[in-house]
Structure formats: C-alpha cells, structure tokens
C-alpha cells in the first residue's frame, strides 16, 4: 500500500506530505484498514528503564508533536511511541518551507523549530487516546523566546504537566533548529539543567506514587571532548537513559547534493554513521545502568542491528518510515529478534 502512495507523497511539499500521511494514517485506523499499511511484528519483549516494551522499535519524537495520532502509530506495531517536542506555550515554529528531502541519499532536512500547539493541548489529547499495544514517551523542550539562562522553567513545567501521563519523558537539549538550545549541552549548563529536573522528577514520583524513567537526547555534532563531558554528567546525575542522537547539522556526506544547503537538522541514511558513533561512544563512557536508545539513519533491518551492537537497548525511526514506510517496523523487529536469539551470541542479557 504504501509503495503506491509514496510516489503521490513525494510529488507534494514534504510539510504537506507529512500532514497528509498522518491524516490518511488516521482515517486508516478508524475504517479498522490499518492492517493494509504492513504486518504489525510478532511480540519482542524488551526491558529498558525499568519497563517493559513489546518490541525495541519505537517511533522517533518529531512525527507527531502534538499527540494527535497516538493510537493509529502504535497499530502499526511500534513497541513504543514518542511525541512531542513540547513547549509550555504554543508556537508557531519557523517559516515555511521548513522541510526538505534529498531522495537520492534518503536523507529529510527539517527546521520546523518546535511548532507545537503548547503542553496543555498535548495533555488533552493523550487523556483521549487509548494506548494500546505499546508504551508512550513524551518529548519536551523550551519555547524558543526563553532565554537559556532560565530555561529550566519551561521544561519543569512541561515535565510536570505531562509526568502522570508518560510512560517516559525525554529532554530535548540538541535540536539544531531553535537558536541557542545546543548550548544546553555544555557541561556546565547540562549539570544545572539536569540536576534541576532531577531534583524535579523525585519531587514528582513522591507526589504521584510512580517514579517516571526521564531520559536526555543529545546531538550527533557533539566533540569528542564534549562526549566525554556528556557522559560524566549524566552518569553522575543517574537519568534514566539517553538517546543517541538528534539530527546533524553537518552537510560532509551530502557535499554538493541538490537542496543540501538548506538550513536544518539533516536526518535519515546520511545520519547513519555519525549518530551510531556517538552512540557507541557513550556506551562505552556510561554505566550499564544507564540504557541507550538509538536513532538516526535507519532504513533496514540490518541498520537497527547495527544500532544495538552499537549498544543500544532500543532504536527508534522517523526519516525511514517516509522512505520505506510502516514495513520497515516488521523488519526491524524481526532482524533484532534474529540477532537476539542467534546460537552464534546464545541470548541477550536483559538490560535493566
């Protein structure tokens, strides 16, 4: 189905495309005809900050910023499902075009810089969805006329509104695509930043009852001495996982490729080596007890396998599902599985 669609998509702004896939997406789920679009994957029960999903395949955050559409992407088969980024207030994000495909490289540059309807409309909207089949995590950030110096504002409150309502949070601190945001990582800024919400996510599991997994994702453009500060910090201030990583600002593997020169964060194959190098690097820095998540440049079974060797726990898609659609899930779960279980390793330890 969706290898008759794609040539229609890809005739469209890749904005509209995007919208226009999530709403066919929807309409798929209600009419019950979302078993058209793949085979949802068999159950692969993976552990990972202290939940169970029901495969190690998510969806990346950026496809579904506002909630809109938890239930029809988690019938496609995702263990889980990431939305967001989420800003205390609504925004507009930056001017169109804003998105961006290099269909020879299968690559997406976006800079959309956080357009989301603010944390309050994504609340209603996950209060209405029924989530079944897989977990839930939610993507939050800071509204881009915050001054990082009080940053921590923006991502408590939006913590705090979502906290009861994810199974996971995550910490956008690397989207090239809001001015400034990267800044956040430096080491010293990161251990403010983070201990705060540290600080803010005990207060939290105190008051409801249910400690939630918070999670930090950080940027494939990072140094080698920045990796290792990343690394200290976030050991030290124990977050629950890390997601490795965001979209690069780098244009070296697509160096005279037409469009390449739009501003943004460049995603998909290109992303590939660079995102499975900073994982693999924070593998080795982080205690075991810190799970890794990776994403960036998956289009085959064959490169989530690459991510978990890699050290991941669990990887998630975005840009390959606009260039192989939803069987690439199917794909990837059953290439993992068979690494899982080949009698060449013997099994997987749990991580957990």
Do not use: W
Not at 69 to 80: K, Q, R, T, V
Request: proline share 7%; charged share 25%.
């Amino acid at each position: 189905m969706y290898r008759l669609a794609r040539p229609l998509l890809f005739n469209l702004d890749a904005e509209r495309a995007h919208d226009l896939g999530l709403r066919a997406l929807e309409l798929a789920h209600r009419s019950g005809a979302t078993a058209m679009l793949g085979k949802p994957p068999e159950p692969l029960p993976t552990r990972a900050f202290g939940l169970e999903f029901p495969n190690p395949v998510g969806l990346a955050a950026g496809l579904d910023k506002n909630g809109e559409h938890i239930d029809a992407l988690l019938a496609l088969g995702f263990g889980f499902v990431e939305i967001g980024t989420v800003t205390p207030r609504p925004q507009a994000g930056n001017p169109k075009p804003r998105m961006f495909r290099l269909p020879d490289q299968q690559a997406v540059i976006n800079r959309l810089g956080f357009n989301n309807a603010g944390v309050d409309a994504l609340v209603r909207n996950v209060e209405r969805a029924q989530r079944k089949g897989g977990l839930l995590g939610i993507n939050i950030g800071k509204n881009k006329e915050t001054p990082n110096e009080i940053a921590e504002g923006d991502y408590m409150y939006c913590l705090s509104r979502v906290y009861e309502l994810a199974d996971y949070v995550t910490v956008n601190i690397s989207s090239p695509n809001t001015a400034g945001l990267r800044e956040l990582q430096e080491e010293q800024a990161l251990r403010r930043l983070v201990s705060i919400l540290r600080d803010e996510q005990e207060r939290l599991g105190a008051k409801h009852g249910r400690r939630i997994p918070m999670l930090v994702k950080i940027a494939p453009d990072l140094s080698d001495p920045d990796i290792e500060a990343c690394a200290r910090v976030l050991s030290e201030l124990e977050v629950d996982g890390v997601i490795a990583t965001n979209t690069t600002v780098s244009r070296i593997a697509v160096e005279g490729v037409r469009g390449a020169e739009e501003a943004g964060g460049l995603s998909g194959r290109p992303l590939m080596g660079p995102s499975t190098t900073v994982l693999r690097m924070m593998r080795t820095r982080l205690p075991e007890s810190i799970p890794l998540v990776g994403v960036g440049g998956i289009l085959s079974g064959a490169d989530a396998v690459t991510k978990m060797a890699a050290g991941a726990s669990l990887v998630q898609c975005y840009s390959g599902l606009v260039y192989r659609g939803p069987a690439l899930i199917h794909e990837c779960v059953e290439a993992i599985r068979r690494r899982k279980f080949s009698p060449s390793r013997g099994p997987m330890p749990p991580v957990a």
